[in-house]
Antibody, heavy 121, light 107 residues
Framework: EVQLLESGGGLVQPGGSLRLSCAAS????????MNWVRQAPGKGLDWVSA????????NYADSVRGRFTISRDNSKNTLYLQMNSLRAEDTAIYYC??????????????WGQGTLVTVSS | EIVLTQSPATLSLSPGERATLSCRAS??????LAWYKQKPGQAPRLLIY???NRATGIPARFSGSGSGTDFTLTISSLEPEDFAVYYC?????????FGGGTKVEIK
């Protein structure tokens, strides 16, 4: 069974930084694009960023472009999200989600359990 | 950005009843639309992709239809585990966007 396990969330002050990780297992990691999707408390889903299977292509939501960086280490089957200049509106559960294929713009067929990021002073 | 509008916001039904959920796109997304189910405290789960294809392991009581701007998710006979929030998502244009959700609650 595909498994995605996020870590790295926590409480951070506005303007601070955090790096999220997502450890993947039970599938050929570099065959799939990967994504981060977030959900503010009590709200809907919001796509954040995507990366291709090789890591060569990435894309970002306008709300995080220039502040967040997605990356992956295929030798470690791990996805990352480096979040800088954090704002209160970035407070959310961050989910790691596998794309249905290796297409950058895709659906999300497996999700992790999520990691909570809280931006507050 | 393509805006997806889901209706109704809340659907109150009894187990065994048929549920019909709607998702309308602000411009055509062809058939590039998916449906997800999310229960409280859990991650979303993919139900339907490309408007009408059931994802792996999804029961036949879930079906999707539509193309262009108007889409429907139908649950033919509600089981207790189907009471949840349902989201639609398009992958036609950047960025991928989600609808605001429909909560299916027990009447």
């Amino acid at each position: 069974e595909v498994q995605l396990l996020e870590s790295g969330g926590g409480l951070v002050q506005p303007g601070g930084s955090l790096r999220l990780s997502c450890a993947a297992s039970e599938f050929i990691f570099n065959n799939y694009a990967m994504n981060w999707v977030r959900q503010a408390p009590g709200k809907g889903l919001d796509w954040v960023s995507a990366i291709s299977g090789s890591g060569a292509s990435t894309n970002y939501a306008d709300s995080v472009r220039g502040r967040f960086t997605i990356s992956r280490d295929n030798s470690k089957n791990t996805l990352y999200l480096q979040m800088n200049s954090l704002r209160a509106e970035d407070t959310a559960i961050y989910y790691c989600a596998r794309a249905l294929t290796n297409t950058l713009r895709d659906y999300f067929d497996y999700w992790g359990q999520g990691t909570l990021v809280t931006v507050s002073s | 950005e393509i805006v997806l509008t889901q209706s109704p916001a809340t659907l109150s039904l009894s187990p065994g009843e048929r549920a019909t959920l709607s998702c309308r796109a602000s411009q055509s997304v062809s058939n590039y639309l998916a449906w997800y189910k999310q229960k409280p405290g859990q991650a979303p789960r993919l139900l339907i992709y490309d408007a009408s294809n059931r994802a792996t392991g999804i029961p036949a009581r879930f079906s999707g239809s539509g193309s262009g701007t108007d889409f429907t998710l139908t649950i033919s006979s509600l089981e207790p585990e189907d009471f949840a929030v349902y989201y639609c998502q398009q992958r036609s244009n950047w960025p991928p966007t989600f609808g605001g959700g429909t909560k299916v609650e027990i009447k």
